[in-house]
């Protein structure tokens, strides 16, 4: 089979379990019929990457994202349908945002939205210089200082381009949804990191799938443990798929360390510190361990440059 064959098949694996997940979530089913019904057919469309060639690495990366997408979205389904449509169904199993959450506003951009996403996409083309062309040309530490320093700074900045990119096309249309991220930078402990600040698509809902069910049962370790040991299985298969098993294991592991800072964190009391100290200990989770995620996530970003 040619390449390009590949490519279509792995779409129509995709969109047929979209379509089909689509389909059986709208049906008036016993609730937990409705529910494993409609994300064991999303979850077919896992094996929908795994179909490109493996020499793809940025079209393993979009798929893999977007098939993540679609079984999140799928289990919000099943948990609180909201009396969507059909084709409002498929938009929720396609978006990077739920669909529930938007807002009407005008079309017309404002200064602050334009000025955000041209800031981030000028640190972008700034680090990604460092990173892939004046990195490689340096020796010993310096070459890995500068690799990871400034790497997290793309990873981040590359996140936040997209994010406002999308976003000032849903309000060309009208249409406005919450920011992802809602300045990491200022977080002063781990839990507010992850809980309300960093990716709160992801955060929010392993907070609502995961951690709240157990923490109403009062077993709030246990729900970390249960959040993480998700988000750690979701980042090794999202750097395995395109990648390698090295890469995987490498960003699973981030996510791993992190779990155990958090709960770290909850033990020795950390909400009870200074304010200096607080942040200096988060800044510290973020920064020591980051190689862990920053590696592989500049191998995927690398995928992008024309060999």
């Known amino acids: 089979m ?7 098949v792995a779409l129509a694996v995709w969109m047929l379990a979209v379509l089909a997940c689509a389909r059986v979530s709208g049906r008036d089913e016993p609730r937990e019929r409705s529910r494993y019904l409609g994300v064991g057919i999303a979850a077919i469309a896992s094996v929908a990457p795994l179909l490109l060639p493996s ?3 940025v079209g393993r990366t979009i798929l893999a994202m977007l098939v993540t997408v679609s079984l999140g979205r799928a289990l919000d389904l099943a948990r609180r349908p909201a009396g969507l449509s059909f084709w409002g169904r498929v938009w929720m199993l396609t978006a990077l945002f739920d669909v529930r959450a938007l807002r009407r506003r005008s079309s017309r951009y404002d200064r602050a939205e334009l000025a955000w996403f041209v800031g981030h996409l000028a640190l972008v083309l700034v680090t990604w210089v460092a990173v892939f062309e004046l990195a490689p040309g340096l020796r010993g530490v310096g070459r890995w200082a500068l690799r990871w320093g400034v790497g997290l700074v793309l990873c981040y900045a590359s996140i936040e381009t997209v994010h406002a990119l999308v976003l000032m096309i849903y309000r060309g249309f009208g249409l406005e949804f919450p920011r992802i991220n809602d300045r990491p930078i200022l977080s002063t402990t781990l839990s507010e990191f992850w809980g309300r600040r960093w990716n709160r698509a992801v955060s929010g809902w ?3 799938n995961l951690f709240l069910p157990l923490a109403r049962r ?3 370790t246990l729900g970390i443990c249960a959040a993480f040991a998700a988000s750690t ?7 395995w798929v395109p990648l390698d098993l090295v890469a995987g294991a490498l ?3 981030f996510f791993v360390v992190h779990g155990a800072g958090l709960l770290l964190e909850r033990h020795v009391g950390v909400a009870r510190w200074g304010i200096g100290a607080r942040r200096a200990w ?8 980051s190689p862990l995620f920053v590696e592989p996530a500049l191998r995927l970003l690398a995928g992008f440059i024309p060999s």
């Not at 040619?2 to 279509?8: E, G, H, I, Q, T």
């Open 218 to 220: 009062r077993r709030a």
């Open 282 to 289: 988060t800044a510290a989770w973020i920064a020591v361990p």
């Open 206 to 208: 392993l907070h609502d």
């Open 55 to 57: 020499g793809w690495i």
């Open 233 to 239: 299985a979701l980042h090794f298969w999202f750097a």
């Open 2 to 8: 040619s390449d390009v064959a590949r490519l279509f």
């Open 251 to 253: 960003m699973a592991s």
